[in-house]
């Protein structure tokens, strides 16, 4: 195990020194980047908008659009309807906000009524309140001549909802776009708020968010030029749409759709294997398959045109029946549009055109002085953990320290490299990878120690304890990389922001801890060729413990059940304090009347009114911000908090614009992220009851749910506001957990095969006093770095880390008296592995309990 051959030697410090080397960029200002030559790497990691700004876009909802196309819906409704009644009609028109038409039988007058009557019927505006609006209403102004006019109602209702509609499908455009954490809110009645981050583009989001993407797939009407249609008049159900590439072509094309884009259900970026043209292969579902299928098979040799927002892309001759439910669109692509395409047809269609009416720069959420202290704090962590660990294991913990260092060089590169976006929930994702890959090194080194307690000499004891801490490791990092993985494909928003930065991170521990930290031992023990492990300059935990933690399972038992219980009665009965992120609130726009705003001042002059949540940030000049305030529980209280900030600012700041936002975690983001936990926790079950028994599957996933269940209790008990950084102090609370109890359950898998005739309750209790010291080191280190961010983080990130500090006591007593108790409850018992190594119980007394022997 401590041998390398020369390749594995120069591969290791070859990937050592391409994270470097990509690392660096980000240490350098961009000034100074941009003067260094050009071959040199420049890329620097992408920071989220609360770390450095963004693009801000302020979208609005054509609302004349939406009025033209209900109108349109209407009219077609009614010819539809009339024609199924079967009564005749003629001048059916649709223009000024109302259809109408002529019944030519005045026998059927009553017949029209009826047949129209489900048109003007109450329709429900809330799944929950309750509400209802009429959308048309209908009048008769002379016999035979029926109106139906659209409402004021009805199109508020209309607007509304396409608002709705329009968040998500920027989200998930923007999501598509890579692993930003956008910013994406309701505002006022008719606008969508827009920031993001880390595109270098501006005008590509704009267009990525603009475009509508209505596809269609419609017969191309052959009955007549087209050039002559536009000319002249065209068929009555037919239109003319022009190409998308110039010189724009015109095609004469049916209204009637064959298939749309909602019955797509994927679309991707490829090229055509021919020509080697970039297009967009499609899939649709079972009934546009079959409905396109059906509609090539009547039109044979006919041209059918691929229609997107009102533009012909292309306009095939249909050769053969299409059958396969699948399809391709080609046209003057390069990779870059065709990709844009597929996102866009991914995505779905937004119901309405959106207007860009503001574009704008901004700066970080957090403010110059919150990231300046969290760098100071950073700092401090760093150090706090580097002595900790030299103090604990002298020259092994130097060793620990450069593998950590490395470790952290790594995740930063990979970020760097992949672009991805770090934001707050990301740096909490670094703080639980660095607790990890802390937990890795003392792992191995606290095996290391035993092997030597049992006469080993120090390169057995060594080569021993890597061997057998590895699969610990392994194990207790597949379980927590899994559910990153599965974070990051079912969640959304700081969901995978946390998740890509734990993927990575984990997979850079494994690397550093199997792989430099043993090469760099190995060198150790080449060049200074030592006897016996060095100890630390300090006994942390005394070698062999015996601490009696089934005694108190039963207490345990009782108290976790009643805190769980009392945190889910707590959270149904007063309910967390939502922040902005999910209850929306007011957003004030203020101008400095002299100079540049200071951020923090104005920070500091808001909380002092204690008017809830408050969010500041630099935005367009440095003498503009942008404040939103927390939604109050009624109107009058969020009238009041807007006046006292207006006359807090008012005497240095001009009150340029206030408005209503909407909350920035919608429903569908709020419920991927739930299904992403839920999947994330069976995942787990089924890795770890694979890899142990069902007992120890099933003893992990109580745990985490406990945990879970304690911090949803403390964010009630203690008022912290629950925002989006919340959820990632959650989730880190899930890795570590998870993390410390495989840790424990690993060795009591190893306890189990080998004293198969130990009582499981002195076998339990033997294996938590083996993993204790690394249960407090690891605890320690990790209390460090979050500790020194609470102190002098500054407070706009202090309930963010309290709520990591709490997460992280509440997950190391849960792996001791929840877990391993609960493998108890669950009637597990030795004789459950084979037999691996066993030893008799007096052998296990000499190792692991001296104190029966008489000596301490």
């Known amino acids: 195990m401590l041998y390398f051959a020369r390749w594995k030697t120069v591969l290791i410090w070859l990937v050592v020194l391409a994270g470097v080397i990509m690392a660096a960029p980000n240490l350098v200002s961009q000034d100074r980047l941009n003067a260094m030559p050009d071959w040199l790497p420049k890329r620097q990691m992408t920071l989220g908008l609360d770390l450095q700004g963004g693009v801000h876009l302020l979208l609005e909802v054509d609302r004349a659009d939406i009025e033209e196309e209900r109108l349109r819906t209407a009219e077609s409704d009614v010819r539809q309807l009339l024609r199924e009644a079967g009564v005749g009609y003629t001048g059916l028109s649709a223009s000024d906000g109302r259809v109408q038409f002529r019944v030519r039988d005045e026998a059927e007058i009553e017949t029209a009524r009826s047949a129209l009557e489900e048109l003007t019927q109450p329709v429900s505006t809330s799944m929950f309140a309750g509400g209802s609006i ?13 109106v139906y006019t659209l409402t004021e109602a009805g199109i508020d209702h209309r607007v ?7 968040v998500e499908v920027v989200r998930r455009r923007i999501d598509e776009l890579g692993t930003t954490e956008p910013v994406i809110q309701r505002q006022g009645t008719n606008r969508v708020l827009v920031q993001v981050p880390g595109e270098a583009d501006p005008q590509r989001v704009k267009d990525l968010i603009g475009q509508t993407a209505r596809l269609a797939f419609r017969m191309v009407d052959t009955s007549m030029p087209a050039q002559e249609a536009a000319n002249g008049r065209p068929p009555a159900n037919s239109e003319v749409l022009y190409s998308v590439e110039e ?27 021919r020509t080697n043209e970039p297009i967009v292969t499609f899939r649709f579902d079972t009934r546009g398959a079959q409905r396109f299928g059906a509609a090539t098979q009547r039109n044979v040799g006919v041209p059918f045109a691929i229609v997107l927002d009102n533009e012909v892309i292309s306009a095939p001759v249909i050769r053969e029946p299409i059958l396969g439910g699948t399809g391709q669109i080609s046209g003057s692509f390069t990779a870059e549009t065709a990709n844009d395409l597929a996102i866009l047809l991914r995505a779905g269609a937004l119901p309405a055109d959106l207007t860009v009416i503001e574009e704008r720069a901004i700066g970080p959420g957090l403010g110059a002085d919150s990231i300046s202290a969290g760098q100071t704090a950073s700092l401090i962590g760093a150090v706090l953990v580097v002595a900790f660990m ?6 092994l913990g130097v060793i620990a320290n450069l593998a950590l260092i490395a470790n952290v060089t790594l995740i930063i590169a990979v970020l760097t490299l992949l672009g991805a976006t770090l934001t707050l929930p990301g740096i909490a994702g670094i703080v639980l990878t660095m607790g990890m890959a802390v937990d890795s090194n003392v792992l191995i080194f606290e095996r290391v120690k035993e092997e030597q307690r049992q006469g080993r000499s120090l390169i057995q004891s060594l080569d021993a304890g890597f061997s057998r801490a590895m699969a610990t490791v392994i194990d207790a990092n597949m379980t927590t990389l899994i559910a990153a993985v599965i974070l990051f494909y079912l969640g959304s928003g700081p969901v995978r922001g946390f998740a890509i930065t734990l993927a990575i991170g984990i997979i850079t521990t494994v690397f550093t801890a199997f792989t430099l930290t043993r090469w760099l031992i190995a060198a150790w023990l080449r060049r200074m060729k030592p006897k016996q492990i060095p100890n630390g300059l300090a006994t942390l935990v005394p070698a062999n413990t015996s601490v009696p933690f089934m005694k108190a399972r039963k207490l345990a038992y009782v108290f976790s059940i009643v805190t769980t219980i009392a945190s889910i009665g707590l959270f149904f009965s007063m309910g967390m304090n939502y922040g902005i992120d999910f209850r929306g609130g007011s957003s004030i726009e203020i101008q400095a009347l002299d100079g540049e705003a200071d951020v923090a001042d104005v920070r500091d002059r808001l909380n002092a009114l204690q008017i809830g949540d408050v969010q500041v940030q630099e935005f367009g000049s440095a003498s503009d911000l942008l404040v939103r305030i927390g939604a109050s529980e009624d109107d009058e209280g969020a009238q009041e908090a807007i006046s006292q900030a207006q006359a807090a600012l008012q005497q240095d700041y001009d009150i340029r614009r206030v408005e209503v936002v909407g909350p920035t975690v919608s429903s569908e983001l709020a419920t991927a992220g739930t299904i992403g936990v839920l999947a994330a926790l069976v995942a787990m079950l089924i890795y770890i009851w694979l890899r142990f028994e069902w007992h120890f599957g099933l003893g992990a996933i109580v745990t985490t749910a406990h945990d879970v269940a304690l911090m949803v209790g403390f964010f009630v008990i203690s008022g912290i506001e629950f925002n989006l950084t919340s959820i990632a102090a959650i989730l880190t609370v899930v890795g570590y957990s998870i993390n410390d109890t495989v840790v424990i359950y690993d060795r009591v898998r190893e306890n189990l095969r080998r004293y198969k005739k130990m009582p499981i309750i002195e076998l339990l209790d033997l294996s938590m006093n083996q993993t204790l010291s690394r249960t407090i080191l690891t605890g320690v280190t990790t209390l460090l770095a979050l500790t020194s961010l609470y102190i002098f983080g500054g407070e706009v990130i202090a309930s963010f880390t309290l709520a990591m500090i709490m997460g992280i006591l509440i997950g190391t007593y849960s792996s001791v008296f929840v877990a391993g108790p609960l493998l108890d409850l669950f009637k597990l018992r030795p004789g459950t592995f084979a037999e691996d190594d066993e030893k008799s119980d007096a052998e296990v007394a000499s190792q692991t309990h001296p104190s029966r022997q008489g000596t301490v």
């Open 160 to 166: 509304s909802t396409a608002v709705s509609q329009s």
């Open 247 to 273: 010189p724009r072509v015109p095609y004469l094309v049916e209204r009637q759709e064959l298939v749309s884009g909602e019955n797509l259900t994927d679309a991707q970026a490829g090229f055509d294997q």
């Open 390 to 395: 030299i103090v604990a294991y002298g020259q």
């Open 134 to 146: 009429t959308e048309l209403e209908a009048s008769e102004p002379e016999p035979g001549r029926l």
